[in-house]
């Protein structure tokens, strides 16, 4: 049986990741890089709480787009702003604590 180490909860019961969800300051802007090649960027994620490289994963799945997360920040290739939030609220994300730049 697995407990988590924050709450004390067995995992199926925990909701510290949805709490801290909740929590998050996330901005998501556009970035051209070389060559005129745009990069959508998201910033405030806690990788504390929140597995930052799932989220990136599942955003690259849903765009089909290549991308990486560096320092914390999560960087998908191509123009995906307004996308991104909704994929934020879907993955469970509050919509007043997203900023798209």
């Known amino acids: 049986m697995n407990v ?27 970035v051209n890089r ?3 090649k745009a990069i959508t960027v998201i910033k405030g994620i806690d990788p504390k709480s929140i597995d930052i490289k799932e989220v990136a ?3 690259k799945n849903k765009f089909a787009c290549g991308g990486t997360v560096k320092d914390n920040v999560i960087e998908l290739q191509g123009d995906h702003k307004q996308k991104a ?10 919509a ?3 900023e798209v730049t």
Do not use: Y
């Not at 988590?4 to 995992?11: A, M, N, R, S, T």
């Not at 949805?18 to 802007?29: D, F, H, L």
């Not at 939030?85 to 509050?94: D, R, S, T, V, W």
């Open 34 to 36: 070389k060559f005129g």
């Open 85 to 94: 939030k909704e994929a934020l609220i879907n993955i469970g994300f509050l």
């Open 57 to 59: 994963k599942k955003m």
């Open 4 to 30: 988590c180490p924050k709450c004390g909860l067995v995992k199926e019961l925990c909701v510290c990741e949805v709490i801290a969800k909740g929590e998050q300051r996330i901005t998501v802007s556009m």
């Open 96 to 98: 007043e604590s997203i």
